[in-house]
């Protein structure tokens, strides 16, 4: 039995806090859930994945997170309790979905899952998605601890039947990937099976309804400010004249900060886990207690301009501080240091920092930039379109997943790169204004998130490049998912259908479509080279599992390489051309680690002396 399914209240389980989070949404009673996955949340949808198949959840991985949403929205509206979870840019395809939803609502209870990414560990922006709350005027919640996590989810729910309305459940990636011991609640049971009743009028967004749903959506954000004010993940703690107003976990931040500063007589912390609708007395009761304040919040001054026009409102003078060159940036997470920091420098108290620790004796660390995998078939394709492409100037959009890492030397095969499904757009744009050749990559998941319109667009529209589809067999960079042109039964899952990317590719009307094997390195080489010559659209789809995921599979059947010292030259085209990590140099001389090495041979083809052979059984 999986351990999240484990039904016993009050037992004490250490998890991570993904894990606590699709506990919280089982003990809530959600019966249905959908995903695109995507870190920092991705181990919430493996975790619920898991559990549907021990149990009456349903759950799937979507095409994309608008879908995503779309197939959750309509279950709520039949009456069962649904979750739609993403990473923070996920929200931006779901977004045409989620401004209507609003207006919608919901029968069952619907919680929205947004995971924000401040720092950008693996993002593109650090987006804060606390205005999409604002922009849909929809109820957002976001907890400040692992447990706490797991605690809100049944709130979120509860409230979210309550209002008629989604809620927006927000994380930060310290909170999704922390671990923490959480006490176990009581498992609700869940309703699988829902109804919907017809009522055009109410569900059916068309202008004459929108404007009557719009009002609802107002009475319904009046009714959230109530339930505010009484939430009890809004919370207060302390005494004193100096107020902290703040959300999420910058809360721990400055309750350790208020702490360490032996403050705790003169400062008073008003934590918002309700933090949409503003609970507005709440804080204007909080403001009128205090000589000064500060906002501490990660990101955006979203608290800090909302809660300046509660006190202008008020007529309060006091002063509000926030985002200012010397207290809080924009940028980035915050930390315990920066945050005990800030809160000294905003009201004078005497601080000084810690000694920064000598370590000049200490030998410099090693720099370990991300790379791709050894194995990983992406390797060799960038190698082959490189090779085939030598001579030409070339432009190369790329995409977002594990392929993007070879935007690195030597590769460097990665040129613009905006959002998930736009390299073919781009390339349509860059086709267009340029005389370059363009060569664009996607992954064979983000191809079905959101490539597929774009190679449409180029189709019609008569653009002149080719797309490199890189088709490993999965979604490599969030964990192995799977997506609609997986093969399940090699899972073990029956109940799925395939999709062929190649078949798509020509139903849309690409006229020149090439399946390669990039482990063929010459046949790879001239398949592009006629792709790159052809004027017009053209496709390569390269098909080569995921080394990992092919591992996961016990597929792996390959033995790995060595150098043969009495041929090498020294030549290091296997360093300089593909830089795989499973190289290393002993005493100037390439050699390789047996541990590492994939045996996928390519490194072996491009050796011009063949001093790269196989280990010997």
Not at 154 to 166: I, N, Q, R, V
Not at 208 to 227: G, I, P, Q, T, W
Not at 375 to 400: F, L, N, Q
Request: hydrophobic share 40%.
């Amino acid at each position: 039995m999986h351990k999240l399914l484990t039904d016993s209240p009050g037992q004490k389980m250490l998890l991570l806090g993904n894990e606590a989070i699709a506990r919280g949404a089982i003990e809530a009673g959600v019966a249905f859930a959908s995903t695109y996955p995507g870190t920092p949340s991705s181990e919430i949808s493996l975790s619920l994945f898991q559990m549907s198949k021990e149990s009456d959840l349903y759950f799937e991985y979507s095409t994309n997170e608008k879908v995503a949403l779309e197939v959750a929205a309509a279950a709520a509206n039949a009456g069962v309790r649904a979750m739609c979870m993403m990473k923070h840019v996920g929200l931006n395809v779901a977004a045409d979905v989620l401004m209507t939803l609003a207006y919608l609502g919901c029968k069952g209870g619907m919680v929205i899952l947004t995971a924000d990414d401040p720092f950008m560990f693996s993002s593109q922006n650090e987006q804060d998605n606390r205005y999409y709350a604002k922009l849909s005027g929809l109820p957002l919640v976001e907890p400040s601890s692992v447990e706490e996590a797991k605690e809100m989810m049944p709130y979120a729910f509860d409230l979210s039947e309550k209002l008629g309305e989604p809620v927006l459940f927000r994380t930060t990636t310290r909170i999704n990937h922390s671990n923490a011991v959480v006490r176990l609640g009581n498992l609700r049971e869940r309703k699988c099976k829902g109804d919907f009743v017809k009522n055009p009028f109410a569900y059916v967004c068309v202008p004459a309804v929108s404007r009557k749903l719009h009002v609802r959506l107002l009475e319904n954000m009046d009714s959230a400010r109530e339930e505010a004010e009484k939430s009890p993940f809004n919370l207060q703690k302390g005494e004193g004249k100096w107020g902290i107003i703040c959300n999420g976990v910058s809360y721990n931040y400055a309750a350790d900060g208020v702490k360490d500063l032996g403050t705790e007589d003169k400062v008073r912390i008003l934590r918002l886990g309700f933090s949409h609708p503003l609970p507005e007395k709440m804080i204007r009761d909080f403001l009128g207690n205090c000589e000064k304040v500060l906002i501490i919040e990660e990101g955006e001054p979203v608290l800090e301009e909302a809660v300046k026009a509660i006190a202008q409102e008020a007529g309060l003078m006091l002063p509000i501080r926030g985002k200012t060159p010397e207290l809080f940036s924009r940028l980035y997470e915050f930390d315990p240091a920066m945050v005990r920091k800030g809160i000294a420098t905003c009201f004078g108290i005497p601080y000084a920092a810690p000694a920064v620790p000598d370590l000049s004796d200490l030998p410099e660390i090693p720099q370990r930039p991300p790379t791709l995998c050894a194995g990983c078939s992406h390797r060799a394709t960038y190698y082959a379109v490189k090779k085939a492409a030598e001579g030409k100037d070339t432009i190369y959009p790329s995409d977002i997943g594990c392929y993007t890492l070879g935007f690195l030397p030597p590769l460097s095969m990665a040129d613009f790169v905006i959002c998930m499904g736009a390299s073919a757009g781009t390339a349509c744009g860059f086709s267009k204004v340029t005389d370059k050749k363009v060569v664009a990559f996607i992954g064979d998941s983000t191809f079905f998130h959101s490539g597929i319109a774009g190679l449409i667009n180029a189709v019609f529209n008569q653009h002149n490049f080719t797309l490199v589809i890189l088709d490993n067999g999965t979604t490599a960079m969030t964990g192995h998912q799977p997506h609609p042109g997986v093969d399940m039964t090699k899972l073990n899952m029956e109940g799925y259908g395939r999709i062929s990317i190649e078949a798509v590719v020509r139903a849309i009307g690409v006229e020149h479509v090439t399946v390669i094997r990039p482990f063929r390195v010459g046949k790879s080489i001239e398949a592009v080279k006629e792709a790159l010559d052809f004027e017009g659209v053209s496709v390569i789809i390269s098909q080569e599992i995921c080394s990992l995921y092919a591992k996961s599979l016990k597929e792996h059947k390959g033995r790995p390489f060595r150098v043969n010292p009495g041929k090498c030259k020294n030549h290091r085209n296997c360093i300089d051309d593909l830089a795989c990590p499973a190289f290393y140099l002993q005493n100037e001389r390439v050699m390789i680690d047996p541990e590492l090495c994939w045996g996928c041979a390519v490194c072996a083809q491009i050796c011009p002396e063949n001093a790269i052979v196989p280990v010997k059984k």
